[in-house]
């Protein structure tokens, strides 16, 4: 499998079904910034009230071929596996497709995964086991708990100033290495860390 993260942000998502697994995934899409629609005779209460909200477009209907082609992005969520196939076969190969109720007939699965501002772990096992997917990306949310946010916020600042003021190489990877050691997820450090960088390069 060939792992990316995707930038959805106004891109087309077509979700098929609205039942638990499509609300499921459309609160992703959502979180993400997709242009979501919806098609499907019956939904949750949770996609009525983003309908109502205007955060997603609902077509109350059974979808067809020709709704297909015009997503980049598109959710096979009904409980018919032959809708779901029958609409499987008119997307383009250019599509990205998911197939709710068997992963390997699309072109991509969605893995279980959290977020710690710009961290994101995320745990697959490309349709084999989603619950051992899931069991395991818990594991690693409780061993990377929330405190992650603030520290690849730093990370990601020392990063820049380190790029912006060291030029060789050899020194660069030195202080990214040393902005790594457990110690600097605590505040006091990133202080002491922060002042030696400006004693370094002298700036206030
Ligand atoms: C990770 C997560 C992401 C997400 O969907 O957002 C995800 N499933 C999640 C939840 C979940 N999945 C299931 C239940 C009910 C459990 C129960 O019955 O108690 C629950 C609900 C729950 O536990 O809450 C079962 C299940 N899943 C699939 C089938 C069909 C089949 O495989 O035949 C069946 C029914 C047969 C079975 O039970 O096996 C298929 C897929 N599910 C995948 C992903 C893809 C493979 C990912 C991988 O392997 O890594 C794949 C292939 C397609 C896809 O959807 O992309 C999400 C984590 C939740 C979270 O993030 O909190
Ligand atoms: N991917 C996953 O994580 C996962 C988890 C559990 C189950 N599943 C599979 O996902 C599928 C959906 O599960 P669910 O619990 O959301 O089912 P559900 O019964 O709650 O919802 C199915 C929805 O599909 C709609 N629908 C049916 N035919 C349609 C059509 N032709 N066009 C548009 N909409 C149509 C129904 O109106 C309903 O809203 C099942 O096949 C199940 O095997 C996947």
Do not use: C
């Not at 730093?154 to 790029?163: A, D, P």
């Amino acid at each position: 499998m060939y792992t990316v993260t995707l930038n959805i942000r106004n891109k087309k998502a077509l979700v098929v079904g609205g039942g638990t697994v499509a609300t499921r995934k459309i609160r992703h899409l959502l979180k993400e910034g997709a242009n979501v629609t919806v098609i499907s005779p019956e939904a949750t209460d949770e996609i009525k009230k983003w309908e109502e909200k205007g955060e997603v477009h609902w077509e109350k209907r059974e979808a067809n071929e020709l709704d297909v082609p015009s997503a980049f992005l598109v959710i096979l969520a009904t409980n018919n596996t032959e809708d779901n196939e029958k609409l499987l076969k008119a997307a383009s190969p250019n599509q990205l497709v998911n197939v709710a109720h068997k992963g390997d007939k699309g072109s991509y699965t969605v893995p279980a995964q959290f977020t710690r501002g710009d961290l994101t772990i995320s745990v697959s096992t490309g349709g084999g086991s989603p619950l051992l997917a899931k069991k395991i990306r818990d594991e690693l949310s409780a061993r990377y708990d929330e405190s992650y946010e603030q520290y690849v916020n730093f990370l990601n600042e020392v990063r820049s100033f380190i790029h912006e003021n060291e030029k060789q190489a050899e020194e660069k990877r030195k202080l990214l290495h040393s902005s790594l050691q457990e110690e600097m997820k605590d505040a006091h450090h990133q202080q002491l860390f922060w002042q030696a960088l400006y004693d370094k390069y002298k700036k206030d």
